[in-house]
Nanobody
């Protein structure tokens, strides 16, 4: 059974930074594609960034140059460094693990960007 636990969310002023973490249980982390998604109120969940088992990263256009996804396979953890945050980045951020046909989600962590 895979469990994903996100942490690091909170309230930050525009222009500030946060780092989200997602710790995974189980033994399949190193062969899994990991991703961060977000969902703002009354909107659909959207992709923020993904990172392959080999470390290749992809980003939504809205976060390119501001967000960085990384992973530490020894710690079964994926990170999302968020810089130059904007009010429109406010959302619940979810961690996703995908391997084969299986997809797992974390419970989400709230990020609020406001002055």
């Amino acid at each position: 059974q895979v469990q994903l636990v996100e942490s690091g969310g909170g309230l930050v002023q525009p222009g500030g930074s946060l780092r989200l973490s997602c710790a995974a249980s189980g033994s399949i982390f190193s062969i899994s594609t990991m991703g961060w998604y977000r969902q703002a109120p009354a909107t659909q969940r959207e992709l923020v960034a993904t990172i392959s088992p080999s470390g290749s990263a992809n980003y939504a256009d809205s976060v390119k140059g501001r967000f960085t996804i990384s992973r530490d396979n020894a710690k079964n953890t994926v990170y999302l460094q968020m810089n130059s945050l904007k009010p429109e980045d406010t959302a619940v951020y979810y961690c996703q693990m995908s391997v084969g046909y299986n997809v797992y989600w974390g419970q989400g962590t709230q990020v609020t960007v406001s002055s």
